[in-house]
């Protein structure tokens, strides 16, 4: 059974930073791509960022661009989110998601870690 279950969050003041890791067990079909999205309260569920797994390439909302990098280790089926210059506004649920490339979209989803930056 595939999953996919994310660490890293935790309460950290404005300007500081945050790893968050996703590590994909339980041998999927393929890893197409693998993704971040969060929720805050309140909210919509919104895309972050995203890595295709083969090529490396990266996309990433405009708002977190120049502070979030997105990384895989192939190896280790492992993704990582390196947050830096965290706002308040970055408060949220944090999911990991797992394209295999069967369908379009995301199919497998994470639990969520919860990321708090206070101002």
């Known amino acids: 059974q595939v999953q996919v279950v994310e660490s890293g969050g935790g309460l950290v003041q404005a300007g500081g930073s945050l790893r968050l890791s996703c590590v994909v067990s339980g041998r999927p079909f393929a890893i197409y791509a693998m993704g971040w999205f969060r929720q805050a309260p309140g909210k919509e569920r919104e895309y972050v960022a995203h890595?295709?797994?083969?090529?490396?390439?990266?996309n990433y909302v405009a708002s977190v661009k120049g502070r979030f990098t997105i990384s895989r280790d192939n190896a280790n089926n492992t993704m990582y989110l390196q947050m830096n210059s965290l706002k308040p506004e970055d408060t949220a649920d944090y999911y990991c998601a797992l394209n295999t490339g069967r369908a379009l979209g995301y199919d497998y989803w994470g639990q969520g870690t919860q990321v708090t930056v206070s101002s």
């Open positions: 890595i295709h797994w083969t090529s490396g390439s990266t």
